[in-house]
């Protein structure tokens, strides 16, 4: 879903570049891309059966989610591991559900729903070391496009590349060009979203026990129906029979939408230009309330007391050139203002519980803030030498999860001024 943020910074390029003349001269240097190559999948490979592996190792992490004793852990587009966590201190993998192109998931009731590149999953998650597929929905996500004979572009593939460039070659200079279908853009300027954040389901108001997730979610739960969010749009699935999910409804948000969050009766819809509110006290056709408009960036967010924290930065295919926390008052949901905003480094998710706001801050690790006075935030504690991108504080447990570029990680929150941790995780590359 994530990589349709590639064509609208194209498109943007596209009129930038044009006007741009080339540099001729007799030299060559070296210049970093990242390359993005398609990935097309037929419907033959997309509905192979899921296979249940043993444990494996953290390569690529993504989503987190919080169900119980028990932790998901999204492998991009691979599947999802398994993890017993009833003991914080030693959580243990027993399990990997392969899932090609998985991203996102939500879990009611011991039903695992889990995105399978166009289609939706269900599957059986009472016994959590053995689950078993319920039910396929199919055709209810879209691909980048349909090609006749190589099947649905689905992603593309990120790879860093380095390229020695003569000066009169056309593409000195440029931030981006294609060569055939493949696409090649700076890397200053093509550092990818993290796409890795957790999925949410946790907010007051909800009819039926759901998961526990965080700030990135393009999937989450309130009563009866699970919601999903792509580029565009807002899908309401049906999961009153909760074995076999149907598509209810599809509603337009906007562009460039990126993540939804759910409070009380609400939903809140984060894109690359604002906040949208959906009041949702019909939850199976939420309606709009009002849009929060902000500069271009990345945002996600959490709510709280009806207070909205939402973090925009830089440094993605958003094209923002902003790197702070807006604290909104969301009470009113048809007249959202605006309380305060701070500066930040490079905010990325986020968690908020009590008074005390959990921040994961890219490359300058995790950050803690009293927001008892939001005028004033007061930093409590910080934790650097790691890349976090997003967070869960755990309703009636002092426990967060953090996730980051090189492994997982668990910390004591008893004493928000001094996390301890109590274990990781890492990834092995």
């Known amino acids: 879903m994530k990589q349709w943020n590639l064509f609208n910074w194209i498109l943007i390029l596209s009129v930038a570049f044009s006007f741009q003349s080339c540099l001729k001269d007799t030299c060559e240097g070296t210049q970093t891309f990242v390359q993005f190559t398609p990935v097309y999948k037929t419907l033959d490979e997309i509905r192979t059966d899921i296979q249940i592996l043993g444990p494996q190792e953290l390569v690529n992490p993504g989503k987190i989610y919080y169900y119980g004793d028990y932790l998901l852990i999204n492998e991009r587009r691979e599947g999802i591991h398994v993890i017993n966590n009833a003991d914080s201190e030693n959580p243990t993998k027993v399990a990997f559900i392969k899932i090609p192109g998985n991203v996102d998931m939500a879990i009611k009731e011991n039903v695992l729903y889990a995105d399978n590149y166009i289609d939706l999953l269900a599957v059986d998650f009472s016994n959590p ?6 039910s396929r929905t199919e055709n209810v996500f879209n691909s980048i496009t349909l090609h006749e004979e190589l ?11 380095t390229r020695t460039i003569d000066c009169n070659d056309p593409r000195w200079g440029w931030g ?22 957790i999925s949410t389901q946790s907010s007051g108001g909800q009819a039926a026990p759901a998961g526990i997730g965080g700030s990135f979610a393009r999937f989450t739960i309130y009563d009866c129906f699970l919601y999903t969010v792509d580029e565009f749009n807002l899908s309401v699935f049906d999961v009153t029979d909760k074995n076999n999910p149907s598509l209810n409804n599809t509603v337009n948000v906007g562009w460039g939408i990126e993540t939804i969050f759910p409070y009380q009766d609400k939903l809140f819809i984060g894109s690359e230009s604002g906040l949208f509110i959906f009041d949702n006290s019909n939850p199976s056709n939420p309606s709009y ?3 929060f408009q902000h500069a271009r960036a990345c945002d996600p967010v959490f709510v709280q007391n009806d207070i909205a924290y939402v973090t925009l930065r830089d440094g993605t295919f958003c094209e923002g050139f902003i790197n702070q926390l807006d604290i909104i008052d969301v009470e009113d949901i048809f007249n959202p203002r605006l309380l ?18 959990f921040l994961c ?22 934790i650097d030498g790691f890349h976090t991108y997003d967070v869960i504080a ?6 967060i999860l ?28």
């Open 129 to 134: 070391e053995l689950p078993s597929v319920l």
């Open 151 to 161: 099947g649905h572009l689905v992603y593309y593939d990120e790879t860093e590349i």
């Open 176 to 197: 981006w060009f294609w060569e055939e279908d493949v696409f090649f853009a700076n890397a200053d300027a093509a550092i990818p979203a993290s796409g890795g954040g």
């Open 289 to 291: 309330a009002s849009e």
């Open 340 to 357: 305060a905003s701070h500066s930040m480094e490079n905010p990325h998710g986020l968690s908020v519980k009590g008074d005390h706001l």
């Open 361 to 382: 801050d890219g490359a300058h690790g995790l950050k803690v803030f009293d927001v008892s006075d939001i005028n004033d935030l007061n930093r409590t504690d910080k």
């Open 394 to 399: 755990i309703p009636n447990k002092d426990v």
């Open 402 to 429: 953090v996730i980051g570029d090189d492994g997982f990680y668990q910390y004591d929150s008893s004493n928000p001024n001094n996390l301890k941790e109590l274990s990781k995780i890492e990834v092995i590359r």
